[in-house]
């Protein structure tokens, strides 16, 4: 057998992510006001391109001036003829599989309606998140002993940084006001005593001694590993062992439960207002029980291509490099209209759905929400699991009982129901929420009782599973709760 060179013809197909594609997957996860700023640059930037039809507030559609048909202008399937390209390719395209996106016409999904229990509300997605202070500012009145403890240590709360630090010395808040070191004392401690622990304090040292001492572990061994973070930040842990006079386990034991503390606790709360939340789709209830859903069309106008500026143009083009620009404008109008149509209709299937399967959210509340994941939607919509990961980030769906996230309808199965399906985590922490809400000040709910309260309405949780949960939704321990409702009973 002799080996010698040769060549060979071979025909192969094969699936290329050209740069429109890749931009038209791009879009389905933009929200709204993202594609608005998309559209208004694609404006600038296309001479064919126009606001077709603008919606004004009380629902009246007024034309553009420059989007009436013109005799002697081609047609639209003509014009799109003319741009065609890859501009009827389907979005629905994954890097590795590139599904082929199959649409249907009609986008009302029918569902029962009513009242109910409601999750959480636009408040809890956006808006005007509480500022440390306002949030410091409602606890000194219950806790603070007379009025003028209360006004000095308003005034401290006022003087905190965003972490929470007090940046200036108690002898300028003496001279401020006028009072004595020890007053400007007294309030301080008051300060020192709110919610989120560390708060007031003048030194990280200080912050996370006053976290040591809420945890009741500021012992003599953790108050000389605090009052030497300096050695700590060098790793100099064979003298700090030395220092405290501990052995290795109760060191790794010390240092666990100092990196546990929060160094800035301010941070966790906002120093302004955000940006308002719009949403992307407008769910209400139709005549006949069901749901109609429509793309807010408040923020994202509708373009079409100029025909009369196009006629001007071509009949203006005499060379081939002018008729190549404005056809080269043309298909990437033509593309630009398609994919922002192709991306509402992909938009309207995901969100149609999610109210198919989620009905009992709609009708009842937060309780009656299914554990669903995106690979469900993505094979009864028939479109790739990543597809649908697109559409429902950074969108908000709008309904009777509030503005949602659409990702806040994706949650996993937990508890092992009777069903044998579980219930969602968002109906867990709903459930955790009611029943810290209804106890009483001397009869406390701790984690374990949950956890007893929790499995006789059939949610077999952990322990730790539940102090998650309860976490999440920012609801102290039981410890923390006690005290606050304690303060809140002297008030």
Known sequence: ???GPRLDLRQTQSLVMTPQLQQAIKLLALSNLEIETFIGEALEANPLLEAGEVRREDGEVVASPGAEASPEAPTAD???????GEADAPLDIDPDTLDRDRDTGDWSAHSGGGGGEDGPDISEHGGEAPSLADHLEAQVGPASPDARTAFIARHIIGLLDEAGYLPVHLREVTLDLGIAMAEAEAALDLVQSLDPTGVGARALGECLALQAKEADRYDPCMQVLIANLDLLAKGSFAQLKRICDVDDEDFADMLAELRGYDPKPGLKFGGGGQAPIVPDILISPTPGNGWDIQINQAT???LVINRK????????CTDKQSKGWLSEKLADANWLIKALDQRQKTILKVAAEIVKQQDGFFRKGVSELRPLTLRTVAEAIEMHESTVSRVTSNKYLNCERGTFELKYFFTSGVGGGADG????AETVKARIKALIDSEGPSDILSDDTLVDLLKKEGFDLARRTVAKYREAIGIGSSVQRRRQKKLAGVS
């Open 421 to 424: 399906e579980g219930a969602s």
């Open 78 to 84: 003509e014009l799109i003829k003319a741009g065609a």
């Open 300 to 302: 994202l106008p509708k």
């Open 309 to 316: 500026y196009y006629v001007s143009l071509r009949g203006g």
């Open 1 to 3: 057998m002799s080996l």
